[in-house]
């Protein structure tokens, strides 16, 4: 078993910016890779960016440029810096583990509970 505690979401203005954290615990081992989501009621799930161990990285189309993954292996932690904030990035985010599969692809296999981000004045 593995537990995801995201924090860091709240209400925030466009063009402002919030940075949300991540903490894995329990049973772990060898993450191979992290990465966020999010959900929006109504719309498919997204994947905002997600980083392997070993650095790779993916990002959502919708959010290159404005957001920025990180990741402490040692620590079990993903971070997310987001910028140039926008109404449509209003969502609830998932922190998760998983890997990247041979087509580079990330996949999730934990979940957190999610953080709610909103975008509004």
């Known amino acids: 078993q593995v537990q995801l505690v995201e924090s860091g979401g709240g209400l925030v203005q466009p063009g402002g910016s919030l940075k949300l954290s991540c903490v894995a615990s329990g049973n772990i081992r060898n993450i191979n890779a992290m990465g966020w989501y999010r959900r929006t009621p109504g719309k498919q799930r997204e994947l905002v960016a997600a980083?392997?161990?070993?650095?790779?990285?993916n990002y959502g189309d919708s959010v290159k440029g404005r957001f920025t993954i990180s990741r402490d292996n040692a620590r079990n932690t993903v971070d997310l810096q987001m910028n140039s904030l926008k109404p449509e990035d209003t969502a609830v985010y998932y922190c998760s583990t998983g890997y990247f599969d041979y087509r580079g692809n990330y996949s999730p296999d934990y979940w957190g509970q999610g953080t709610q981000v909103t975008v509004s004045s």
């Open positions: 980083k392997s161990s070993g650095g790779r990285t």
